[in-house]
């Protein structure tokens, strides 16, 4: 598959990111929204230099495509999704269950967008999410809720994605380290 | 489906974990552990309390069982493992793809330990655990990792999870937040 699969775009929008606290968790949301078949990611309120970099530095080296924004409203970049026909989907807790939301969702070709939260969500994207999709009824982590959330929605496709760009590449081997330059 | 499932007990031991930097990262990764079917963390190295505290509140408010550890020695407790019987499986971006490690590996009715490092892990893992896996071949997180293994693991059935003990559960909902006092 491509990045992005059937739907064209699908971005994480993430929430109530703080500087130091958040720094490692919310990287790891970036990379597994690139990893897993997003094609963008939108860091809420801050511009965290630490995140932006990093997760820049991947797209150089690992390939893309995959935008990254920082500092936007979120509220404001929910509601310019929907009116530019995209769908919102709400990661939470307290959600429907992902397998049981996910057929649904899979099946509906719009651009998706996958809002992400820290800590207390507010109550306007519950309200204005198209789904509230959980992973799971126990506390675990927003970055296995998002692979996850992925990885139902490209059924697991995600692995055959070809990045374009990057020069790094591993292969698989059962022992080990095996890294190679493209092209 | 009981945590541990056929298998008795799946430890996860996470390697490398440095205080402050990876104490968010490292909560995740156990509680991921928890919500998707282990029955045990070991953290090696370290007793970070602010990781040790998190997780056993976890535990009490939600339910188990679920055993933590800190402090090991991540070889010994490798060696240790596999002289008891058990067999043990190190995540790494450098592995055998999930997808075709997970059949043999579910296959197997030994205990298992899931070895997750932090950025670099020493040989020794790569050389001693029985199947070096890998959850896609890019950059991501460890914390998806995790979820996406004992997934495959487990063939999705950790989201029926009956816990034992612990007060709160939440029920799944379109829109809204309702968490319960079990019993």
């Known amino acids: 598959m491509k990045p992005g699969g059937p739907y064209g775009d699908v971005y994480v929008l993430r929430l109530g990111h703080r500087r130091e606290r958040d720094k490692r968790v919310t ?7 690139r990893a897993f078949g997003a094609t963008g990611f939108v860091l809420e309120g801050v511009c965290d230099e630490g995140v932006v970099e990093s ?20 509220r404001r970049y929910v509601r310019m999704w929907r009116e530019g026909g ?15 939301a996910v057929p ?5 070709p719009r651009r998706k967008l996958v809002v992400v ?14 789904w509230n999709v959980s992973v799971g009824t126990q506390p675990h ?3 296995a809720a998002l692979a996850i959330f992925l990885d139902r929605l490209f059924r697991g496709e995600w692995r ?8 790094l590449r591993v292969m698989e081997s059962p022992r080990g380290k095996r890294v190679e330059r493209k092209g």
Chains 1, 2 share one sequence.
């Open 86 to 100: 995209g769908e919102v989907v709400h990661l939470t807790m307290y959600g429907v269950n992902v397998d049981d």
């Open 160 to 167: 055959f994605i070809d990045y374009s760009g990057g020069f």
């Open 117 to 130: 939260g820290a800590e207390k969500v507010e109550r306007f994207y519950y309200d204005e999410a198209d």
């Open 27 to 33: 990287t790891h949301v970036a990379l597994v929204a």
């Open 55 to 74: 997760v820049k530095g991947v797209v150089a080296r690992w390939g893309g495509p995959f935008t990254v924004e920082c500092g936007v409203s979120g």
């Open 104 to 108: 649904a969702i899979a099946a509906s």
């Open 141 to 143: 982590s927003e970055v």
